[in-house]
């Protein structure tokens, strides 16, 4: 979920600041995406703990595994694997505002 959210507040904020605030503030495209990325990663500490607490009412069983079970080459493994995939596909997911966002048309900033 994490991805997901991420993506799409650094996405909407970076686009909404160099099309409303770009000419204005004389902020390049990749400066506007700077600070969308850093709206995004102030809001993704913000929504983390929610993000959390919905994703456990999910309702997914505890594997109930011991201390040494998790501390194992596999489990480590398969946790890493799982956070790697997990974490692309919502990034994958979280770009869905680039289908909606309109084209804008290339303004000279300078």
Same mark, same amino acid.
């Given at each position: 979920?994490?991805?997901?959210?991420?993506?799409?507040?650094?996405?909407?904020?970076? #686009?909404?600041? #160099?099309?409303?605030?770009?000419?204005?503030?004389?902020?390049?495209?990749?400066?506007?995406?700077?600070?969308?990325?850093?709206?995004?990663?102030v809001?993704?500490?913000?929504?983390?703990?929610?993000?959390?607490?919905?994703?456990?009412?999910?309702?997914?069983p505890?594997?109930?595994?011991?201390?040494?079970?998790?501390?194992?080459?596999?489990?480590?493994?398969?946790?890493?694997?799982?956070?790697?995939?997990?974490?692309?596909?919502?990034?994958?997911?979280?770009?869905?505002?680039?289908?909606?966002?309109?084209?804008?048309?290339?303004?000279?900033?300078?």
């Amino acid at each position: 979920c994490f991805g997901f959210v991420d993506n799409f507040i650094m996405l909407t904020a970076g #686009d909404f600041i #160099d099309v409303q605030l770009g000419g204005r503030f004389h902020l390049s495209t990749l400066a506007a995406a700077g600070f969308g990325n850093l709206f995004s990663d102030v809001a993704g500490i913000g929504l983390g703990g929610i993000i959390e607490e919905m994703s456990t009412k999910l309702g997914l069983p505890d594997p109930r595994m011991t201390y040494t079970q998790l501390q194992s080459a596999k489990s480590r493994a398969v946790r890493h694997a799982a956070t790697v995939i997990g974490i692309a596909l919502g990034c994958l997911a979280g770009m869905v505002p680039l289908w909606f966002l309109p084209e804008h048309e290339k303004e000279n900033k300078t």
